[in-house]
């Protein structure tokens, strides 16, 4: 994906979870990341510990690399949590690069949502 098509990708993923949260500045890439990991979850509830936040953005990685083999879904605990085994070993990446490739297959979620 060009970095344009990209940049014209992950604005309308912004907007779509602005939109759906009534807020009033486009959300980071972290709260997109929480939110993919609430939908993997399947259930909300009001106050999310520490723990389980950064639970949910973990879940919302490995969904989100699934895309591209380096993890796969195994199952779900005894409390319904997802749970992923690591397949291939992530390549060493800048921060800008590990933040592109998470932007590419979230908006490749947002686009299977539809």
């Not at 949260?21 to 509830?45: A, C, S, Y």
């Not at 992923?84 to 690069?97: C, H, I, K, V």
Request: overall charge negative.
């Amino acid at each position: 994906m060009e970095d344009w098509e990209l940049d014209f990708e992950w604005l309308h993923v912004q907007h779509r979870v602005q939109e759906s949260m009534h807020r009033e500045t486009l959300p980071d890439l972290n709260t997109v990341l929480f939110l993919i990991g609430i939908q993997e979850l399947g259930r909300w509830k009001k106050g999310f510990s520490k723990e389980e936040k950064q639970d949910l953005m973990h879940v919302a990685v490995c969904c989100l690399l699934s895309y591209d083999g380096f993890f796969e879904f195994v199952g779900r605990d005894e409390d319904g949590w997802p749970h992923y085994r690591q397949m291939l070993e992530m390549p060493r990446q800048s921060t800008a690069e590990q933040e592109r490739m998470l932007k590419v297959n979230a908006v490749r979620y947002f686009k299977e949502m539809d």
